[in-house]
């Protein structure tokens, strides 16, 4: 609905037991946008993700896509709503092949053609994946799993891709073609909420960034800006903990 925000979260806390793991967050994505959410090890960045794509409770707080609340709904509703998951350690179904992975991406979508082109679309981006498209998914190398993670969560055709470290266990290489890729879906249109510890190609890529630490907020603001302020988002990285 109109001017809504894509994605707005406010005030969330998520608790695991005893430990918070999420403190008062409040966030924002615009349609088009590309957010990086940034942080070290344990600040809460996967929390955040899970609790967007409702596999994780919060205690406080609401989640808003395009103005409807969805912090209540089941995981396959959510989904349903437009939300792509693209999960760290990328959760591949191993003994299914390349092909199998991405028709998986697609099962709730009825516009038979448009899938077919939007899989020719992917094939396109990642070249890799045509010639692997028989290939079972476990046998693939780390970078390529990680195109196919990506491959399938754009199989959604969603309205915000959630990414979880597009870059995590990969070649350096391999991280510039991932995010050259990324750098055409943003042009593309598409918006994205994605968690990095690579603070230099995640600034070089995002519109805003948010730095989380233990939970909250450090630091947020243009991704230009961000990156003159690298320092101290350095501290805010190792000051966690
Ligand atoms: P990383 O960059 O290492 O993936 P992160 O920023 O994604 O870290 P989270 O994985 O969200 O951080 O973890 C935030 C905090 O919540 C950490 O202290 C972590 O130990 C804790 N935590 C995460 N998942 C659980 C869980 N299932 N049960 C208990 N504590 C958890």
Same mark, same amino acid.
């Given at each position: 609905s109109g001017g809504d925000p894509a994605l707005a979260v406010a005030g969330l806390e998520v608790r695991y037991g005893a430990v918070t793991?999420? /403190?008062? #967050?409040?966030?924002? %994505?615009?349609?088009?946008?590309? #957010?990086?959410?940034?942080g070290a090890n344990g600040a809460g960045k996967t929390?955040?993700?899970?609790?967007?794509?409702?596999?994780?409770?919060?205690?406080?707080?609401?989640?808003?896509?395009?103005? /409807?609340?969805? +912090?209540?709904?089941?995981?396959?509703?959510?989904?349903?709503?437009?939300?792509?998951?693209?999960?760290?350690? /990328?959760?591949?179904?191993? =003994?299914?092949? %390349?092909?199998?992975?991405?028709?998986?991406? =697609?099962v709730s979508r009825k516009d038979r053609e448009a899938v077919a082109g939007d899989r020719e679309k992917i094939f396109t981006l990642f070249p890799v994946l045509r010639e692997r498209r028989n290939q079972q998914a476990g046998t693939l190398s780390g970078g390529e799993q990680q195109m196919l993670a990506l491959g399938r969560a754009l199989m959604a055709r969603p309205?915000?891709?959630?990414? +979880?470290?597009?870059?995590?266990?990969?070649?350096?290489?391999? %991280?510039?073609?991932?995010?050259?890729?990324?750098?055409?879906?943003?042009?593309m249109g598409v918006t994205m909420l994605l968690v990095e510890q690579n603070i230099g190609v995640a600034l070089a890529l995002a519109d805003r960034a948010y730095v989380l630490r233990t939970g909250q907020v450090a630091l947020a603001g243009a991704a230009r800006d961000?990156?003159?302020?690298?320092?101290? %988002?350095?501290?805010?990285?190792?000051?966690?903990?």
């Amino acid at each position: 609905s109109g001017g809504d925000p894509a994605l707005a979260v406010a005030g969330l806390e998520v608790r695991y037991g005893a430990v918070t793991a999420l /403190r008062g #967050v409040s966030l924002e %994505v615009a349609e088009g946008e590309v #957010v990086a959410l940034l942080g070290a090890n344990g600040a809460g960045k996967t929390t955040m993700l899970r609790t967007i794509s409702g596999l994780v409770r919060p205690r406080a707080g609401r989640i808003s896509l395009f103005g /409807r609340r969805i +912090d209540q709904l089941r995981p396959p509703r959510i989904v349903a709503l437009g939300i792509a998951h693209s999960p760290e350690g /990328r959760r591949l179904f191993g =003994s299914l092949t %390349v092909a199998e992975n991405l028709r998986l991406g =697609s099962v709730s979508r009825k516009d038979r053609e448009a899938v077919a082109g939007d899989r020719e679309k992917i094939f396109t981006l990642f070249p890799v994946l045509r010639e692997r498209r028989n290939q079972q998914a476990g046998t693939l190398s780390g970078g390529e799993q990680q195109m196919l993670a990506l491959g399938r969560a754009l199989m959604a055709r969603p309205r915000l891709l959630l990414l +979880d470290e597009p870059s995590l266990g990969i070649a350096p290489l391999l %991280v510039q073609q991932i995010f050259a890729t990324l750098g055409e879906l943003k042009a593309m249109g598409v918006t994205m909420l994605l968690v990095e510890q690579n603070i230099g190609v995640a600034l070089a890529l995002a519109d805003r960034a948010y730095v989380l630490r233990t939970g909250q907020v450090a630091l947020a603001g243009a991704a230009r800006d961000l990156k003159e302020q690298y320092e101290e %988002v350095a501290a805010a990285y190792l000051g966690a903990g």
